[in-house]
């Protein structure tokens, strides 16, 4: 079973894919709030609820303001109703990525 966060992250000819496991509801917005060796997923945590797409929308927003990138460079590839989630990250390779939320992790 895999415990490195990193493999989470694989990058595609179309950009990079990262795994997650939504929490809908949360107290609070955040990303990476972790990471779910069993899924082999990110966590991450939204304040919006999962009515009308309002928590993919937030999901996509979290992820882009994380990363520094627009709201444009992140596409919700299949989970769009379910708390698992492909998330399509384009402007950035994988090891920028890694190198991104890094600091999140500081264990590794």
């Known amino acids: 079973m895999p415990d490195d966060w ?3 992250i694989s990058e595609t000819a179309t950009g990079t894919v990262l ?3 939504v929490t809908p ?4 917005d955040l990303f990476p709030a972790g990471f779910n060796p069993w899924r082999t997923s990110l966590l991450c945590h939204v304040r919006a ?11 996509i927003s979290l992820i882009a303001a ?5 709201c444009s460079a992140i596409t919700i590839l299949s989970g769009m109703r379910s708390s698992r989630k492909q998330v399509l ?20």
């Not at 509801?25 to 609070?28: D, I, L, P, R, V």
């Not at 994380?66 to 627009?70: D, E, K, S, Y």
């Open 6 to 8: 990193t493999s989470a």
């Open 19 to 21: 795994a997650l496991s």
């Open 25 to 28: 509801g949360a107290k609070k």
């Open 49 to 59: 609820v999962a009515v009308d797409g309002r928590a993919n929308q937030a999901v």
């Open 66 to 70: 994380t990363l520094a990138l627009p």
């Open 89 to 108: 990250v384009t402007g950035y390779d994988r090891a920028t990525i890694i190198g991104r939320l890094r600091p999140f992790f500081p264990r590794t």
